[in-house]
């Protein structure tokens, strides 16, 4: 059956469920209240890590279902998206050990490293532990990324409006019952089902809409880039907290057309995301380029540039994808959903055509005990 689709939120979260939808035949309109590639929500720039390396094994299932999705775009939109740079992690031996065996489960490779094998391979990136190379990770170009899936989403027919703010979601809670969306323009648009998917709007937003959502914290997050001549050829990396150097949330580094990019994962500022100020913060910028003079002898001699964006974190770092009547909701990516995009377009377009959802990311989950 063929439904009538709104989606709100046109980031790489409404982008991803908008292209899967108008490709299963459904009729899709989306919604984004400001411009194309705008800077004020959580998806815009050049690059995010890919990686299947996770802890927790069906992260890493998921990263193996959007790899090739990732690669179908690009064939779809002739515009690359992803880049395989590999990867290297470092640190905390127990959360490396982790990884490898994941890894191993999965039957991906990898590879164990001394850091003066690491310092041989990569003389920008210094460890003191024995290091994880995988191969299978690297860059998603990121504003790229959003605008491929738009075009394909409108190729198959899906209509894309850009500067249209939802402001009221009305439902009667029953599937089948239909849903109005109504617009800052007054406008009321009625459809079968909807996906919202506003980043981090969504805590402001949601709760009049569906019941069960975990709290979430939505930060400003301010990562720089080393705007270094050899930035493409970087792997991506990850610095884990816990043995001779420790940040809360660990560091994050990769290789982009802008620079070499390092941030600290969810260290910011609890913002409102309509009344942020987004002048970078210095001490945020020197606890970086402290980092850098200590562990990336690469990008020696180079200020860093910083840039500011939004996390959505719940409590578990869980996303929330899952649904309540006509509405499927897709919220708190944690700083961590960029690399599943098109699986997680999938997982929504699953949910809206009425099959069941993850009980990982389930609205109304039990709170973590860690
Ligand atoms: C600094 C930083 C680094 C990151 N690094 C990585 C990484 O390396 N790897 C990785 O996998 N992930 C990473 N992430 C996470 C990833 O970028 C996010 O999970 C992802 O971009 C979230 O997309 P989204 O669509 O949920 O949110 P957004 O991109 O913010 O999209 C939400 C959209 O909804 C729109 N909207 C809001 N309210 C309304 C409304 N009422 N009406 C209409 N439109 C509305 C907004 O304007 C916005 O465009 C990083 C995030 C940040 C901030």
Redesign the pocket.
């Known amino acids: 059956m063929v439904l009538r689709v709104a989606v709100?939120?046109?980031?790489?979260?409404?982008a991803a469920a908008a292209r899967s939808l108008s490709a299963r035949g459904h009729r899709v309109t989306v919604?984004?209240?400001?411009g194309p590639g705008?800077d004020?929500?959580?998806?815009y720039g050049t690059s995010?890590?890919?990686r299947l390396a996770y802890a927790e094994p069906s992260y890493t299932e998921l990263a193996l279902r959007a790899l090739p999705l990732w690669r179908r775009l690009e064939e779809e939109s002739g515009q690359p998206v992803l880049t395989l740079t590999g990867a290297v992690d470092h640190g905390l031996p127990r959360a490396v050990d982790r990884l490898a065996d994941v890894l191993a489960a999965a039957g991906r490779s990898a590879q164990r490293l001394s850091p003066g094998e690491v310092a041989e391979r990569w003389p920008g990136l210094r460890a003191d532990t024995t290091a994880l190379y995988h191969p299978d990770a690297g860059r998603v170009h990121?504003d790229d990324a959003v605008s491929a899936l738009l075009k394909a989403a409108g190729q198959r027919g899906a209509e894309v409006r850009h500067g249209?703010?939802?402001?009221e979601i009305r439902h009667t809670g029953r599937t089948g019952g239909g849903v109005t969306v109504v617009t800052d323009a007054d406008e009321a648009l009625t459809a079968d089902a909807v996906v919202v998917?506003?980043?981090?709007?969504a805590p402001g937003?949601l709760p009049a809409v569906v019941s069960g959502l975990p709290p979430m914290r939505v930060t400003q997050?301010q990562?720089v880039h080393f705007p270094v001549p050899d930035a493409l050829d970087w792997p991506s990396f990850i610095h884990h907290p816990g043995a001779g150097w420790n940040m809360p949330g660990g560091l994050?580094g990769?290789g982009s057309a802008d620079g070499v990019k390092i941030?600290l994962h969810g260290v910011g500022q609890v913002v409102d995301p309509d009344h942020r100020d987004r002048t970078p913060d210095p001490a945020a910028v020197d606890r970086l380029r402290a980092y850098a003079q200590e562990w990336l002898p690469g990008v020696a001699g180079t200020e860093p540039v910083p840039l500011t964006?939004?996390?959505?974190t719940t409590p578990d770092e869980d996303f929330v994808i899952d649904r309540q009547g006509p509405v499927t909701v897709?919220?708190g990516?944690s700083?961590?959903?960029?690399?599943?995009g098109p699986a997680i377009g999938e997982l929504a377009a699953d949910l809206v055509e009425g099959r069941p959802g993850t009980a990982r990311f389930a609205l109304g989950r039990a709170a973590p005990t860690r």
């Open positions: 709100v939120g046109g980031g790489l979260m409404g919604l984004e209240r400001f705008h004020r929500g959580s998806s995010r890590i890919f990121a249209v703010r939802v402001t998917a506003v980043g981090g709007w937003f997050e990562p994050y990769l941030g964006c939004l996390y959505t897709l919220a990516f700083g961590h959903g960029f690399k599943f």
